[in-house]
């Protein structure tokens, strides 16, 4: 099992800066990389931001630019730096971790971040 668990979320201006993190704890060995999704209220859950065990990187498209996906190996911590916030970043943000043999998917239990106007 892995448990994840986010910090860093808040209230910031449009325009603002926020930085995520998201500890791991557990088979931390299984995982194959670990990213970062986010839901705002009535939409659906959202891809933003993933890094593999490699430490490729790839992000959704409506944050390319402005975040930025890191990770620090001994911490066993992953971070998501968000720049040049928007109020249409509002969403509760999921830490994300997965496994590929056998397909296994771990989430956190989430950290609400608000960008007001």
């Known amino acids: 099992q892995v448990q994840l668990v986010e910090s860093g979320g808040g209230l910031v201006q449009a325009g603002g800066s926020l930085r995520l993190s998201c500890a791991a704890s557990?088979?931390?060995?299984?995982?194959?990389?670990m990213g970062w999704y986010r839901q705002a209220p009535g939409k659906q859950r959202e891809f933003v931001a993933r890094?593999?065990?490699?430490?490729?990187?790839n992000y959704g498209d409506s944050v390319k630019g402005r975040f930025t996906i890191s990770r620090d190996n001994a911490k066993n911590t992953m971070y998501l730096q968000m720049n040049s916030l928007k109020p249409e970043d509002t969403a509760v943000y999921y830490c994300?971790?997965?496994?590929?043999?056998?397909?296994?998917?771990?989430w956190g239990q989430g950290t609400q971040v608000t960008v007001s106007s």
């Open positions: 994300h971790a997965y496994r590929l043999e056998p397909p296994t998917n771990y």
């Open positions: 557990g088979s931390i060995f299984s995982i194959s990389g």
């Open positions: 890094i593999t065990s490699s430490g490729s990187t």
